[in-house]
Each structure stands twice: as C-alpha cells, then as structure tokens.
C-alpha cells in the first residue's frame, strides 16, 4: 500500500530555514513523479514545487523561486523540500504528493496519492 509521510515542519522565525522529508513506502519511487503543495487557511491548495521520476525536471511557483529547493532520493525514497528565507506568507500545510509516470503540471489535481500534511509556521 501506497504511504506518503511527511516530517520536519515546525515554527521558525521569518528568514529562517526549514528542510521537509516525504518519506514513501509501498512502491518503487522512481516510477513516481513527486509534488509538495500548500494550503494556507482560507485559500487554495497550490503547487508549490514538483520534480520528476528521474529528478531531471523540477518546476517551482513563482514566489519560492531562489528559496526553496525540491529534491529526491530514490535510493532512499524519499523527497525534500529545502525552504530558505521563509516569509509569513510561507505559513500553511505542507503536503507532499506522488504521481506515476511523468510530470505533467505541477497541480493537485494531476497526483493521485498525498500524505497526511505538516505544519509550518512562520512568525516572529
């Protein structure tokens, strides 16, 4: 059975850093593409930055471009997602998500399987 867990959420201070892991079990990783999407209350859900099967495309929502950094192990895997400089506007839960085969866009509606979420707070 397909499991997406998330870790490493938390509160930190504005300019600060956070590392999120998706650790997946159940199947072969690199046969997935995977996306880490957010969900601030009130809003949306929105992709935030995805990368595919082989870790050769990656492609990122225009506010997090030069801050955060979308990674993948699948060796080991799992994915991150490296966030540098994070803003209030950055606080909601994180969600990492997994797709077979290629990567098409980087929208919730294109990944069928999603983990449980993790909360990131940023605020002084």
């Known amino acids: 059975q397909l499991q997406l867990v998330e870790s490493g959420g938390g509160l930190v201070q504005p300019g600060g850093s956070l590392r999120l892991s998706c650790s997946v079990s159940g199947i072969t990783l690199d046969n997935y593409a995977i996306g880490w999407f957010r969900q601030a209350p009130g809003k949306e859900r929105e992709g935030v930055a995805c990368i595919s099967k082989t870790g050769g495309g990656t492609s990122y929502v225009e506010s997090v471009k030069g801050r955060f950094t979308i990674s993948r192990d699948n060796v080991k895997n799992t994915a991150y997602l490296q966030m540098n400089s994070l803003k209030p506007e950055d606080t909601g839960a994180y969600y990492c998500?997994?797709?077979?085969?290629?990567?098409?866009?980087?929208?919730?509606?294109?990944?069928?399987?999603w983990g449980q979420g993790t909360q990131v707070t940023v605020s002084s």
């Open positions: 998500a997994a797709t077979p085969g290629l990567l098409r866009l980087c929208r919730p509606d294109e990944f069928p399987y």
